[in-house]
T-cell receptor
Framework: DTAVSQTPKYLVTQMGNDKSIKCEQNLGHDTMYWYKQDSKKFLKIMFSYNNKELIINETVPNRFSPKSPDKAHLNLHINSLELGDSAVYFC????FGTGEDTQYFGPGTRLTVL | AQSVTQPDIHITVSEGASLELRCNYSYGATPYLFWYVQSPGQGLQLLLKYFSGDTLVQGIKGFEAEFKRSQSSFNLRKPSVHWSDAAEYFC????????????FGAGTILRVKS
């Protein structure tokens, strides 16, 4: 069974469109994350949720809106897509959300904005 | 600001040779330290982590890393590299001083030549 899954794996869309990426974890973890990996492979956290509550919100344009319907799911909605949003987006989860927690990553969603 | 530095962008080693990937961090207290590996088109997989205690930690796939407080380093080593080790390796630091989130280095791409 896949521990952290993301859909879709690839997403190609036009500038200005709105799109969503879904993430689900079956590890029973309380905390989920979204990371953005840019073209230089630099990985940076965007958001973190603990039991459906937002706990980390980095400096991310408000076109990005995470939603956590339950603690096993964390979706990422992006409005008015821009060229600079092209990246690989990784979802991750961890048990408690503390600094020593191991984070388990999904396979990533490669978003290409044309 | 807290940071993680991986000074080598690319490293090429021959199959069977030993490997050391460097990681330096800036952090006031003892950090939580991680090494992750990312194979092409895949998510990140945890290789090993250090929280406290023995400064030499063993991980999966024959990897080990040594925490050296005096040098603020957490270098990853493997005595004999296999072709399947070709991937990108990320060092990460977590802890309260980082807001309980993981901060990643820029990654080191490992190439293995036969």
């Amino acid at each position: 069974d896949t521990a952290v899954s993301q859909t879709p794996k690839y997403l190609v869309t036009q500038m200005g469109n709105d799109k969503s990426i879904k993430c689900e974890q079956n590890l029973g973890h309380d905390t989920m994350y979204w990371y953005k990996q840019d073209s230089k492979k630099f990985l940076k956290i965007m958001f973190s949720y603990n039991n459906k509550e937002l706990i980390i919100n980095e400096t991310v344009p408000n076109r990005f809106s995470p939603k956590s319907p339950d603690k096993a799911h964390l979706n990422l909605h992006i409005n008015s897509l821009e060229l600079g949003d092209s990246a690989v987006y990784f979802c991750a989860s961890s048990r408690f959300g503390t600094g020593e927690d191991t984070q388990y990553f999904g396979p990533g969603t490669r978003l290409t904005v044309l | 600001a807290q940071s993680v530095t991986q000074p080598d962008i690319h490293i090429t080693v021959s199959e069977g040779a030993s490997l050391e990937l460097r990681c330096n961090y800036s952090y006031g207290a003892t950090p939580y330290l991680f090494w992750y590996v990312q194979s092409p088109g895949q998510g990140l997989q945890l290789l090993l982590k250090y929280f406290s205690g023995d400064t030499l930690v063993q991980g999966i796939k024959g990897f080990e890393a040594e925490f050296k407080r005096s040098q603020s380093s957490f270098n990853l080593r493997k005595p004999s590299v296999h072709w399947s080790d070709a991937a990108e390796y990320f060092c990460a630091v977590g802890g309260a001083e980082y807001g309980n989130k993981l901060v990643f280095g820029a990654g080191t791409i490992l190439r293995v030549k036969s």
